[in-house]
T-cell receptor, first 115, second 113 residues
């Protein structure tokens, strides 16, 4: 079974600085998708970024980018120019491309942004 | 589109009572997921449906939990009888297909006294 590990339960960053959240996963498959979700205090789960495993290029969405290392099974999220609104729980998730498979979530990293 | 709609947003009930949580997925989405989130266990998948058919209910904690999807636009998660350890936030999510991200509802915060 696939597993997703987020080794940092909590992180903090100064406003306007850059922070990287770590995620590793375990799978024997070669075709899959990876996601980062953000959960602010409102509880709403919001998709931040998505990466297809067959793409070598790292996904980028404005201030959010990933470092996808397929061989190392690593999928870290970099947040540049951190803003107070970035404070939230961040979840890394994996989804296989084979058949009916759900998302597998990590335990999450709580990010605090210090003004 | 209104997104995934869940009701109620908050539910407080007493142990032993029946609780029904409701979800309306995004129109056109063939997949529907029910999750439970607690501090101790994180985000757990309870059950998911494809085209209204339950595909995997291995995450349902016990027989007190049941889920139905009578049509493409409505699903329920029922707990009968409820227990204090069922207190959690329950999320519904939908997806247009297996390779797409899931869109989450706002969640239902359930408190069982």
């Amino acid at each position: 079974a696939q597993t997703v590990t987020q080794s940092q339960p909590e992180m903090s960053v100064q406003e306007a600085e850059t922070v990287t959240l770590s995620c590793t996963y375990d799978t024997s498959e070669s075709d899959y998708y990876l996601f980062w979700y953000k959960q602010p205090p409102s509880r709403q789960m919001i998709l931040v970024i998505r990466q297809e495993a067959y793409k070598q290029q790292n996904a980028t969405e404005n201030r959010f980018s990933v470092n996808f290392q397929k061989a190392a099974k690593s999928f870290s999220l970099k947040i540049s120019d951190s803003q107070l609104g970035d404070a939230a729980m961040y979840f890394c998730a994996y989804r296989s491309n084979s058949g009916n498979t759900p998302l597998v979530f990590g335990k999450g990293t709580r990010l605090s942004v210090i003004a | 589109d209104a997104g995934v709609i869940q009701s109620p947003r908050h539910e407080v009930t007493e142990m032993g009572q029946e609780v029904t949580l409701r979800c309306k997925p995004i129109s056109g989405h063939d997949y529907l997921f029910w999750y439970r989130q607690t501090m101790m266990r994180g985000l757990e998948l309870l059950i998911y449906f494809n085209n209204n058919v339950p595909i995997d209910d291995s995450g349902m904690p016990e027989d007190r939990f049941s889920a139905k999807m009578p049509n493409a636009s409505f699903s329920t998660l029922k707990i009968q009888p409820s227990e204090p350890r069922d207190s959690a936030v329950y999320f519904c999510a939908s997806s247009p297909g297996p390779i797409y991200e899931q869109f989450f509802g706002p969640g239902t915060r359930l408190t069982v006294l």
